[in-house]
């Protein structure tokens, strides 16, 4: 069954290389799919996932970037890490919420989501949340507290609630940012970014 699972997993994965070479044809991928696939060897990637970080490889390679999946930086390791003038850190999030938390799953989404910020986005100087087309997620408000020192402990707060110890405390976070909002529809393989406050507008909806 997990060979059946390995061989489905690198068919998709190898089609959807298939499809963006069509679309930009001056990029390799092969450095990307090779380093999905040993990681879905290890359990520890999924094709939904993938595919995602994939399709976000291939449009930052396309801008002249330098692109990494699965990509260890100070002990995070980032789903994309793209390098050129600047360095990017990018976290997918595809919504999965589990069964025990079905009656509450906009709260648990946002700790969730409050946890990726504080963990990632200190390590790069711009930091996104990749999320498919179909999937609004909850962005925490607090995010946007004006006192640094209140935003930070705010969303140490709600991680917690979702899990109990965290490896974050508000001595090692300096700083928290969202630089916007990667939308990325598969079917089609394109990608759209929003910035922060412009998402938040959509984001109202929770409301």
Do not use: H, W
């Amino acid at each position: 069954m997990k060979s059946n699972s390995k061989e489905f997993f690198i068919k998709d994965i190898e089609i959807l290389e298939s499809r963006l070479m069509k679309n930009y044809s001056n990029i390799s991928l092969n450095d990307i799919k090779n380093r999905l696939i040993q990681y879905y060897e290890l359990g520890l990637t999924n094709i939904n996932n993938s595919s995602i970080q994939m399709i976000l490889s291939a449009y930052l390679k396309s801008l002249g970037y330098r692109v990494f999946v699965e990509y260890e930086k100070r002990n995070r390791l980032f789903d994309v890490y793209a390098v050129k003038d600047d360095e990017i850190g990018i976290e997918v999030e595809y919504g999965y919420v589990p069964n025990s938390i079905a009656l509450n799953p906009e709260e648990y989404l946002r700790n969730k989501l409050a946890l990726k910020i504080l963990r990632y986005s200190n390590f790069t100087s711009k930091f996104y949340i990749a999320v498919p087309s179909f999937y609004l997620p909850p962005i925490p408000k607090e995010l946007f507290e004006l006192d640094q020192e209140k935003r930070i402990k705010a969303l140490i707060t709600m991680a917690r609630k979702n899990n109990k110890v965290i490896d974050i405390n508000d001595i090692q976070v300096k700083d928290v940012k969202l630089d916007g909002i990667m939308i990325i529809n598969v079917s089609d393989l394109k990608v759209r970014i929003l910035d922060i406050r412009e998402y938040m507008k959509l984001n109202d909806l929770y409301k």
